[in-house]
């Protein structure tokens, strides 16, 4: 019988939350723009185009949000803070750069499941070309709990 | 060995695939969407076939295509994935009962995720959201009616770059339709 390969095992986990957290970015820059899509008649009652506008600057706001949360809080954005996992450069010490974010977003809306179900090897390719690498986050509770265990009587 | 024990149906390395795996092998999931076309041809072909003549099932598969350097529109999106925006796109829609019809489109497309708000000539409007190719429409925005829903496929492309042009085209098969036309109206 062969044995689990825990490294394996670690980076299989991480790659499939990777790939949860972004359909959970995706859907919450998704559902304001729905919302706008869906009142448009009643918006536009209130003035000519008034619709479209709103449209227009409610999509603008959560591409902007979309692309640039990850920067701006904290290396994980709100899908991947929920999954427990962040994004580093591959140094692990210098600060995420903003056009490694935004090359790694790009690359995130490019994946087609259809055409290719290999998300490793895409992710991989995410990886070679922003210089950057997705890591479980240490959660603090479990830190809490270790230095509990520790603690000598 | 125990090997010798065994049946040679449990050595054999490719009896999951018939023992053809130049043919049954698909590793990369490649054949994944000509079989989603393949099958949702046939089946769509097979409920236009046996609906009643009077319902004219044939309505639920449409052409449709735009192209426009005006409208703002960017980004582009392949059979339901990309990241894309349309403003009042003009476009055209057509099938085989109603013939062709203008419309104007306003959407987006992030990842697999897409809505669209098309509004025609006759006044009337369809909202659709998409995941990847399955897509669930609403006419005129009249959810207690089950006859304004829509389900299936649609095959798209599009692609647009402000100040320059867009262009889309697509094919859309409403499969919800095709069984509701099996049934004689007013059942």
């Not at chain 2, 099958?39 to 449709?64: H, K, R």
């Not at chain 2, 829509?150 to 919800?176: H, K, N, Q, R």
Request: with cysteine; proline share 4%.
């Amino acid at each position: 019988m062969n044995m689990v390969n825990n490294a394996r095992y670690t980076e299989a986990q991480i790659i499939k939350k990777y790939k949860r957290s972004i359909f959970v970015d995706q859907l919450i820059a998704f559902i304001p723009f729905v919302v706008s899509i869906f009142t448009k008649n009643t918006i536009d009652q209130l003035g000519d185009g008034f619709g479209n506008i709103l449209i227009g600057v409610i999509f603008i706001l959560t591409s902007g949000f979309y692309f640039t949360s990850d920067y701006f809080m904290n290396n994980s954005s709100i899908g991947k803070k929920i999954y427990h996992i962040e994004i580093l450069m591959n140094d692990r010490k210098r600060k995420l750069l903003f056009l490694s974010i935004i090359i790694r977003r790009i690359m995130e809306l490019t994946y087609h499941p259809l055409f290719k179900h290999d998300f490793v090897s895409h992710c991989e390719k995410i990886d070679t070309y922003t210089s950057t690498c997705i890591l479980e986050k240490k959660r603090k509770d479990v830190i809490n709990n270790k230095k509990k265990t520790n603690v000598v009587h | 060995m125990g090997l010798q024990n065994r049946k040679i149906l449990t050595i054999s390395k490719h009896t999951f695939c018939a023992n053809n795996p130049i043919v049954y092998y698909d590793p990369d999931g490649d054949l994944f969407l000509p079989l989603i076309i393949l099958i949702s041809a046939m089946v769509s072909v097979l409920l236009m076939a046996t609906a009643p003549d009077e319902n004219n099932a044939e309505e639920n598969a449409s052409v449709s295509g735009s192209a426009s350097p005006d409208p703002l529109t960017f980004g582009f999106d392949i059979f339901g994935v990309g990241y894309s925006f349309t403003m009042e796109q003009p476009g055209v829609t057509c099938d085989f009962v109603n013939g062709c019809q203008e419309f104007t489109q306003t959407g987006g497309q992030f990842g697999p995720l897409g809505i669209n708000n098309a509004t025609y000539e006759d006044g009337s409007n369809t909202k659709t959201i998409s995941f990847l190719v399955f897509y669930i429409s609403i006419d005129n925005n009249d959810f207690d009616d089950f006859s304004s829903w829509g389900a299936g496929l649609s095959f798209s492309i599009s692609s647009g770059i402000p100040s320059y042009g867009s262009g889309t085209a697509s094919f859309d098969v409403d499969f919800l339709g095709l069984i509701r036309d099996q049934y004689p109206q007013g059942e």
